[in-house]
C-alpha cells in the first residue's frame, strides 16, 4: 500500500524561504515520476515540479525559485522553495507515478505534470505566504 506525508509547510513572509517533504512508504523513488502540485483557494490544482530520477521539470511561475529533489536512502521528496510571494501561498501536494510519465512536444519529452498522469496523493500540507 503506497503511502505519501507530506511536511514542512507554515507560514512565512515574503522572499523567504522554506522546505517541503514528502516520505514515501510501499513505494519506490527509483524509475518513477515523482511531482509537487499546489492548490490555491478558488483555483484549480496545478502542477509545480516534476522529476524522474535526476530529471527535474517546472511551471514557470517557479522556475528559478523553486528546486525539486530525492533523497532516495530516506525514500523522500523535497521542494526547496526560495524568494516566496503571496502568490505561492497554496495547499502543496506530494504525487507518485507507477512508472515513468513525461510530456513530449515537438519530439522533446520532459518529466510530467499532468495531474492525470500520477496515480498516488498525499493529503498535502499547507504553505502561507504573507506580504
Known amino acids: 500500500q503506497v503511502q505519501l506525508v507530506e511536511s514542512g509547510g507554515g507560514s512565512v513572509q515574503a522572499g523567504e524561504s522554506l522546505r517541503v517533504s514528502c516520505v514515501a512508504s510501499?513505494?519506490?523513488?527509483?524509475?518513477?515520476?515523482m511531482a509537487w502540485f499546489r492548490q490555491a483557494p478558488g483555483k484549480e490544482r496545478e502542477g509545480v515540479a516534476s522529476?524522474?530520477?535526476?530529471?527535474?521539470a517546472y511551471a514557470d511561475s517557479v522556475k528559478g525559485r523553486f528546486i525539486i529533489s530525492k533523497d532516495y536512502a530516506k525514500n523522500t521528496l523535497y521542494l526547496q522553495m526560495s524568494s516566496l510571494s503571496p502568490e505561492d501561498t497554496a495547499m502543496y501536494y506530494c504525487?507518485?507515478?507507477?512508472?515513468?510519465?513525461?510530456?513530449?512536444?515537438?519530439?522533446?519529452?520532459?518529466?510530467?505534470?499532468?495531474?492525470?498522469?500520477?496515480?498516488?496523493w498525499g493529503q498535502g500540507t499547507q504553505v502561507t505566504v504573507s506580504p
Open positions: 510501499g513505494y519506490t523513488l527509483t524509475r518513477n515520476s
Open positions: 504525487a507518485a507515478a507507477s512508472g515513468v510519465r513525461t510530456d513530449c512536444r515537438g519530439g522533446v519529452c520532459f518529466p510530467s505534470l499532468k495531474e492525470t498522469d500520477f496515480d498516488y
Open positions: 522529476i524522474i530520477e535526476s530529471s527535474p
